[in-house]
């Protein structure tokens, strides 16, 4: 019973390029969210999907965009990567609006 | 749009004493206010949550207070630890589990 996992760990773009960030839930979750934490910052939110098939903005949304093709899935994309996105990316999980089960987290520096 | 505020940014007790954390939400909405503790380099973890039907909860050493009318929350931490320094976060919920956190609080608890 792997939880919430986040694929990958850590990840060193330049400007301009693009990439996927997954996360993988077996916890049978309908909500995911995908969170950036800043310094001083707190976590925002940037989409989010309540199941299957939907997603919806956050507070930050510009610059991502995600998809929820299968349910124990939410893909996070950045189709060209800006130094301001250099973040640590968090995804979490939830059973309808309650609790919400973060996974460990991606380490993005863009340069 | 919605807000959380959080004070104060940096705290510091010694072993034994009390720790407050307060938080004001702006939208008379929401309904769920969960605090997260982080250490470093780990993810969020959920210490306790109130809904906005509720006053008070305990969980051993740990409260959490809501006064809906002025729309302010705090988490009360009794007889700290060394273990308990971390950062701490609040968050408010509005619709669909959507959170919006405030920006932590970094504990230090002094042996």
């Known amino acids: 019973n792997a939880g919430v996992t986040q694929t990958p760990k850590f990840r060193v773009l330049k400007t301009g390029q693009s990439m996927t960030l997954l996360c993988a839930q077996d916890?049978?979750?309908?909500?995911m969210y995908w969170y950036r934490q800043d310094p001083g910052m707190g976590l925002r939110l940037i989409h989010y999907?309540?199941?299957?098939?939907?997603?919806a903005k956050g507070e930050v949304p510009d610059g991502y965009n995600v998809s929820r093709l299968k349910k124990q899935n939410f893909l996070l994309g950045l189709e060209s990567a800006a130094p301001s996105q250099t973040s640590v990316y968090f995804c979490?999980?939830?059973?309808?609006?309650?609790?919400?089960?973060f996974g460990p987290g991606t380490r993005l520096t863009v340069t | 749009g919605e807000n959380v505020e959080q004070h104060p940014s940096t705290l510091s007790v010694q072993e034994g004493d009390s720790a407050v954390i307060k938080c004001t939400y702006s939208?008379?909405?929401?309904?769920?206010f969960p605090w997260y503790k982080q250490e470093l380099g780990k993810r969020p973890q959920l210490i306790i949550d109130?809904?906005?039907?509720?006053g008070e909860k305990k969980d051993q050493r740990i409260a959490v207070t809501l006064n809906k009318t002025a729309k302010h929350f705090s988490l009360h931490i009794t007889e700290t630890q060394p273990e308990d320094s971390a950062v701490y976060f609040c968050?408010?919920?509005?619709?669909?589990?959507?959170?919006?956190f405030g920006q932590g609080t970094t504990l230090q608890v002094k042996p």
């Open positions: 979490a999980t939830a059973w309808g609006a309650n609790e919400q089960y």
């Open positions: 916890m049978n979750h309908e909500y």
């Open positions: 999907s309540v199941g299957e098939g939907t997603t």
């Open positions: 939208d008379s909405a929401s309904n769920y």
């Open positions: 109130i809904r906005s039907n509720v």
């Open positions: 968050a408010a919920s509005w619709d669909t589990g959507k959170l919006i």
